[in-house]
């Protein structure tokens, strides 16, 4: 267990509806990145927060969009879902540092677009 | 643009065969960070390793090692005395700073079956 939580493990909605992902990251760890990994694009990085703030910008869709709260939970919120979307979202979290770290996955999401 | 090569998809060894899976990256960046993730067959990501551009050193982690060569733009991988748990997918990645802070690119993933 990474001590990364993420909610829900698995979604199924319909294309042009809107989800949310939760990642709740390890007691201390101040990064969450959030990674999209489905078969035709493979791994891809998405975001980054450090503290609540945007630090790093990946192949986020416009469509898509993150934060990380006060408690350091971090959502990404998906909207307009295409099939296309469909895919395992992972987060991480790493220790306090100043640059990237050791990280520790969540179990992933999984998200189906019908 | 920075890319990163993967060229096995798949590798398939006898247990206690000893594997390397290579891997080859493109940037124009001096500073950047090379990573490992193992993906075993249950889905979790797993963090193994990251090596800073500067630090060649080359690494071993009980039967884990790096192998980092700047001058082939390479970081390989290899498992010694391989075991059936090790079986899952290997992804290499590098990350740069950008425009946006720094992004990640991974490579495609080997899958590595060990076979008892």
């Known amino acids: 267990d990474s001590g990364v939580t993420q909610t829900p493990k698995h979604l199924i909605t319909a294309t042009g509806q809107r989800v949310t992902l939760r990642c709740s990251p390890r007691s201390g760890d101040l990064s969450v990145y959030w990674y999209q990994q489905s078969l035709d694009q493979g791994l891809q990085f998405l975001i980054q927060?450090?503290?609540?703030?945007?630090?790093a910008k990946g192949n986020i869709l416009e469509r898509f969009s993150a934060q990380q709260f006060p408690d350091l939970h971090s959502e990404l919120n998906l909207s307009s879902l295409e099939l296309g979307d469909s895919a395992l979202y992972f987060c991480?979290?790493?220790?306090?540092?100043?640059?990237?770290?050791?990280?520790?996955f969540g179990p992933g999401t999984r998200l189906t677009v019908l | 643009a920075q890319k990163v090569t993967q060229a096995q998809t798949e590798i398939s060894v006898v247990e206690k065969e000893d594997v390397t899976l290579d891997c080859v990256y493109e940037t124009r960046d001096t500073t950047y960070y090379l990573f490992w993730y193992k993906q075993p067959p249950s889905g979790e990501l797993v963090f193994l390793i990251r090596?800073?551009?500067?630090?060649?050193q080359n690494e071993i982690s009980g039967r884990y090692s790096w192998n980092f060569q700047k001058s082939t733009s390479s970081f390989n991988f290899t498992i010694t005395a391989s075991q059936v748990v090790d079986s899952a997918v290997y992804f290499c990645?590098?990350?740069?700073?950008?425009?946006?802070?720094?992004?990640?690119?991974f490579g495609p993933g080997t899958r590595l079956s060990v076979l008892p």
């Open positions: 927060y450090y503290n609540g703030e945007e630090r």
């Open positions: 090596r800073n551009s500067f630090d060649e």
């Open positions: 990645a590098l990350s740069v700073v950008g425009d946006y802070g720094q992004n990640f690119v």
């Open positions: 991480a979290s790493s220790p306090p540092s100043a640059g990237t770290d050791t990280q520790y």
